[in-house]
Antibody, heavy 117, light 107 residues
Framework: EVQLQESGPGLVKPSQSLSLTCSVT????????WGWIRKFPGNKMEWMGY???????SYNPSLKSRISITRDTSKNQFFLQLNSVTTEDTATYYC???????????WGQGTLVTVSS | DVQMTQSLSYLAASPGESVSISCKAS??????LAWYQQKPGEAYKLLIY???TLQSGTPSRFSGSGSGTDFTLTIRSLEPEDFGLYYC?????????FGAGTKLELK
């Protein structure tokens, strides 16, 4: 069974970087696509981007140059880094399998990240 | 970006009833549409993809219809476990945008 689990700090200061890890079990991240999605307070959801089986990436233009998704295939993990965060980046962050012209078939439970000084 | 509009943010119904949740795209997305269910404390669950194809494990009381710009998720004979938050998502064009969600609550 494919399982994903997000981890990382729950509190980040404004202007700093948000870094999250998604640990995957039951499936190799060298296959398929692996994405990040976030849900803001009030339930609005945003597709952030993904990393592919080959390591290529695609990002939401709204995040411009602030976002980076990388991976460690030896640990079967992929990562989200979001730079220069503001309070508007406060959200629950989810990792999921899918993302490139495909649906998200499997999701993590999500991790709440609050941006506050 | 393709805007996805779920016209109902809230829907109240009773077990045994049937409900429909609509989702409208700002441009044609063919059938590149997925429906998800979220319940508190649980991971998002993919219900339907390609507009009408049930994901493995999705009960047959769920069905999806539509193509182009207008889509509907129908749940026949609601069960207590069906109450939660429902989202549509288009994956026709990047960024793959989501609707605002429809909360299905027990009447």
């Amino acid at each position: 069974e494919v399982q994903l689990q997000e981890s990382g700090p729950g509190l980040v200061k404004p202007s700093q970087s948000l870094s999250l890890t998604c640990s995957v079990t039951g499936y190799s991240i060298t296959s398929n696509y692996w994405g990040w999605i976030r849900k803001f307070p009030g339930n609005k959801m945003e597709w952030m981007g993904y990393i592919s089986y080959s390591g290529s990436t695609s990002y939401n233009p709204s995040l411009k140059s602030r976002i980076s998704i990388t991976r460690d295939t030896s640990k079967n993990q992929f990562f989200l880094q979001l730079n220069s965060v503001t309070t508007e980046d406060t959200a629950t962050y989810y990792c999921a399998r899918g993302g490139s012209y495909r649906w998200f078939a499997y999701w993590g439970q999500g991790t709440l990240v609050t941006v506050s000084s | 970006d393709v805007q996805m509009t779920q016209s109902l943010s809230y829907l109240a119904a009773s077990p045994g009833e049937s409900v429909s949740i609509s989702c409208k795209a700002s441009k044609s997305i063919s059938n590149y549409l997925a429906w998800y269910q979220q319940k508190p404390g649980e991971a998002y669950k993919l219900l339907i993809y390609s507009g009408s194809t049930l994901q493995s494990g999705t009960p047959s009381r769920f069905s999806g219809s539509g193509s182009g710009t207008d889509f509907t998720l129908t749940i026949r004979s609601l069960e207590p476990e069906d109450f939660g938050l429902y989202y549509c998502q288009q994956y026709y064009e990047k960024p793959h945008t989501f609707g605002a969600g429809t909360k299905l609550e027990l009447k």
